[in-house]
Nanobody
């Protein structure tokens, strides 16, 4: 059984910083994509930042230059460094990962439980 556990959310003033972490645990052979999504009240869940196993990254236009995704493959952990936060960044942030638990089955996709980020003006 694989789990994704997020941490690091909270309340911060506009212009502040937060760092989110997401650690995968369980039977893991390999992790492909590890991404961060967010969902604000009344809005659809959207991709914030993505990372591949070989180090490629991509970002939503709204966070480029402010957020940085990086991962520690040895620890099965992905981070999201969020700088210059804005009130519109307020949302529940979710970690997502594509994980192989065995080379003899297809990979599965997992979501974390979500962590609240609130940016006050």
């Amino acid at each position: 059984q694989v789990q994704l556990v997020e941490s690091g959310g909270g309340l911060v003033q506009a212009g502040g910083t937060l760092r989110l972490s997401c650690a995968a645990s369980g039977t893991i052979v390999r992790i492909d994509d590890m991404n961060w999504y967010r969902q604000a009240p009344g809005k659809q869940r959207e991709l914030v930042a993505g990372s591949t196993n070989d180090g490629s990254t991509n970002y939503a236009d709204s966070v480029k230059g402010r957020f940085t995704i990086n991962r520690d493959n040895a620890k099965n952990t992905v981070y999201l460094q969020m700088n210059s936060l804005k009130p519109e960044d307020t949302a529940v942030y979710y970690c997502y990962a594509a994980i192989w638990s065995s080379w003899y089955t297809v990979k599965d996709y997992y979501w974390g439980q979500g962590t609240q980020v609130t940016v006050s003006s």
